[in-house]
Nanobody
Framework: QVQLVESGGGLVQAGGSLRLSCVAS??????MGWFRQAPGKEREFVAA????????DYADSVKGRFTISRDNAKAMVYLEMNSLKPEDTAVYYC?????????????????WGQGTQVTVSS
C-alpha cells in the first residue's frame, strides 16, 4: 500500500524558516513534488525533484527561497523553506509521480499525502 506522510509544518514568523519532510512507503517514484493550498484558493505547484535529485523545478513565487531535495535511501523528500512570507501560509502536500519528467500539474501525480499546515505570521 502506497503512503505519503508529511511532517514539519507549524507556525513561524515572517522571515523565518521551516523544513518539511515527506516519507514515501510502498514503492519508489520517479519524481516527487510539493504543492500547497491556501483557504479559498486552488492547489498550486510549489516544487518538484527528479529521481536522482539532479533536476528541480520551482514556482516563481518560491524560487530562491525554497529548496527541494530527496534521499532515496530513506525514501524521503524535503522542502527547505526560508524567508517565509505570510502569503506562504497554506496546507502543504507531498505528491509522487511515476512519470520521469518534472510536472507542475496536479494530475501528473499519482499519490498524495494528507498535508501539513504552514502558518506564517506577519
Amino acid at each position: 500500500q502506497v503512503q505519503l506522510v508529511e511532517s514539519g509544518g507549524g507556525l513561524v514568523q515572517a522571515g523565518g524558516s521551516l523544513r518539511l519532510s515527506c516519507v514515501a512507503s510502498g514503492r519508489t517514484f520517479s519524481s516527487m513534488g510539493w504543492f500547497r493550498q491556501a483557504p479559498g484558493k486552488e492547489r498550486e505547484f510549489v516544487a518538484a525533484v527528479s529521481w536522482r535529485g539532479d533536476s528541480t523545478d520551482y514556482a516563481d513565487s518560491v524560487k530562491g527561497r525554497f529548496t527541494i531535495s530527496r534521499d532515496n535511501a530513506k525514501a524521503m523528500v524535503y522542502l527547505e523553506m526560508n524567508s517565509l512570507k505570510p502569503e506562504d501560509t497554506a496546507v502543504y502536500y507531498c505528491a509522487a509521480s511515476s512519470r520521469a519528467s518534472l510536472w507542475r500539474y496536479a494530475y501528473a501525480y499519482d499519490y498524495w499525502g494528507q498535508g501539513t499546515q504552514v502558518t506564517v505570521s506577519s
